[in-house]
């Protein structure tokens, strides 16, 4: 028959403990200003209805329009909205002249819209890809001279004009 004999068995903690010095790091950051449009607007495009010269002298300027909205990170306002780098093209009184091409070729025939823009509303994003960012979105409105363009022969005219924000 066996015993078993109780044992003590002492454990051995080195008294060396290890040794710590702390130092604070500084960490500096600066942001810019920095604005971008939304993807969405990658294919905004404005479709005239059809212009009829004869009648022209009849139809009402604002023919068409789009929505163009611009993220900001907080605290970067736009300064300017521009159209072919006029910022005074804000209302249809001081519209741009647009040439469009037919079907978009350039010394080909021609005949002339109007362009601008209106300022709307700017909002805080609470959500999404944007969260904190500021939103602006600005109309472009188009439409035609109040006088007939009977030079334009038949067909499918394309034009662009550029957009440009300043913050």
């Keep these: 028959m066996r015993r078993l004999v109780p044992?003590?068995?002492f454990l051995t903690v080195s008294a060396l403990a290890a040794q710590t010095t702390t130092t604070a790091v500084p960490l500096n950051a600066t942001t810019q200003s920095a604005c971008q449009f939304d993807t969405a607007n990658a294919n905004a495009t404005i479709d005239l209805p059809d212009y009829e010269a004869a009648l022209a002298a009849t139809y009402a300027p604002d023919q068409a329009q789009v929505s163009v909205s611009v993220y900001c990170n907080k605290g970067t306002p736009i300064s300017?909205?521009?159209l072919d780098g006029n910022a005074l093209a804000n209302s249809a009184a001081t519209a741009v002249t647009l040439t469009l091409n037919l079907d978009g070729t350039a010394g080909s025939s021609t005949f002339d819209t109007r362009?601008?823009?209106v300022a709307g509303p700017t909002n805080a994003v609470a959500?999404?890809?944007?969260?904190?960012?500021?939103?602006?979105?600005t109309v472009?409105?188009?439409?035609?001279?109040?006088?007939p363009q009977y030079r334009a022969p038949t067909g499918f005219y394309t034009g662009s004009v550029d957009f440009t924000v300043e913050f």
């Design 140 to 147: 472009i409105h188009a439409g035609w001279p109040t006088t």
């Design 80 to 82: 300017a909205r521009k």
């Design 7 to 9: 044992g003590l068995f």
């Design 127 to 137: 959500s999404g890809v944007f969260k904190g960012a500021q939103r602006y979105v």
């Design 115 to 117: 362009v601008w823009y």
